[in-house]
């Protein structure tokens, strides 16, 4: 197992950032097994000799350090103990995911648009398709994504959201390995399943996650005390990271391969 390496979130940010690289890079990964021959030659033709797609997963949290105005972009506050999704309620100013993933994957395309603006486009997609499906990035309980959540994880010192971005994935196997057993699981009606539906409903499916399993699975503890988290919640919590990541990959290729110009 490897050591365990939390990333810990300013109190004051809003959210983190979304699986970090190797789950952003596990998203691409597997969504690259499922693109179609038009797909695959759009992508290579939009990156520059030598890039990789997966090797720019994270490229949005990137700029993001330098273009706050995008930080609404990668979550949308969907309240606990509501049904679900509400863009009126949740999204009024379309300046959230479920709305830049739309705006995106229409500049995506159009092959008449600036290629400088589709790959960047390209991009956002491939990155926003992955933080939709954290399910702290599609939930709120007055508590900016659970990033005021504090935790202790298995001896370690984090908060709720950072142990949902990146805590629970540096204790499971390695990138290379956990690739393959994802892919290896990805059935045809999997695929099938997975793809269907619209960004909003995935959107309202990743809330329930948080609702159930996120929130749901937390010891109940004094108001703002420290949540001990143990080998319980990890066995229940990393089957559902698995899950969440490989409807991801499914979902980003099913997008890409019907929106091929």
Not at 5 to 20: D, K, M, N, T
Not at 69 to 79: A, G, K, L, Q, S
Not at 221 to 227: D, E, N, W
Request: glycine share 6%.
């Amino acid at each position: 197992m490897r050591k365990i390496a939390l990333l810990l979130i300013a109190l004051g940010c809003r959210s983190a950032f979304a699986w970090g690289p190797e789950g952003h890079r596990l998203v691409v990964r597997i969504a690259e097994t499922m693109f179609s021959p038009a797909v695959r030659a759009q992508v290579q033709s939009i990156l520059a000799p030598g890039e990789a797609l997966s090797a720019l997963a994270s490229w949005a949290d990137q700029i993001r350090r330098t273009h706050r105005e995008m930080e609404p972009w990668h979550f949308v506050d969907v309240p606990l103990g509501s049904a679900g999704l509400d863009r009126q309620r949740d999204c009024p100013e379309a300046d959230c995911i479920v709305a830049k993933i739309a705006d995106f994957e229409r500049i995506w395309r159009d092959p008449a648009a600036n290629p400088a603006k589709r790959r960047e486009a390209l991009l956002f997609v491939v990155h926003f398709v992955g933080d939709l499906h954290e399910p702290l990035h599609c939930a709120d309980n007055d508590d900016k994504g659970g990033n005021e959540v504090a935790v202790r994880f298995l001896g370690e010192t984090t908060n709720l959201h950072a142990l949902w971005d990146s805590g629970l994935l540096s204790h499971m196997p390695q990138e290379d390995v956990l690739f393959h057993t994802l892919s290896q699981v990805i059935t045809p009606a999997r695929i099938a399943e997975w793809s269907s539906g619209t960004v909003d409903q995935w959107c309202t499916e990743s809330f329930h996650v948080a609702e159930t399993t996120v929130y749901g699975l937390l010891p109940r503890g004094r108001p703002h005390a420290r949540l001990i988290l143990g080998e319980s919640y990890r066995r229940t919590a990393e089957p559902v990271v698995e899950l969440q990541i490989e409807k991801a990959g499914v979902r980003l290729a099913a997008i890409l391969n019907e929106s091929a110009p």
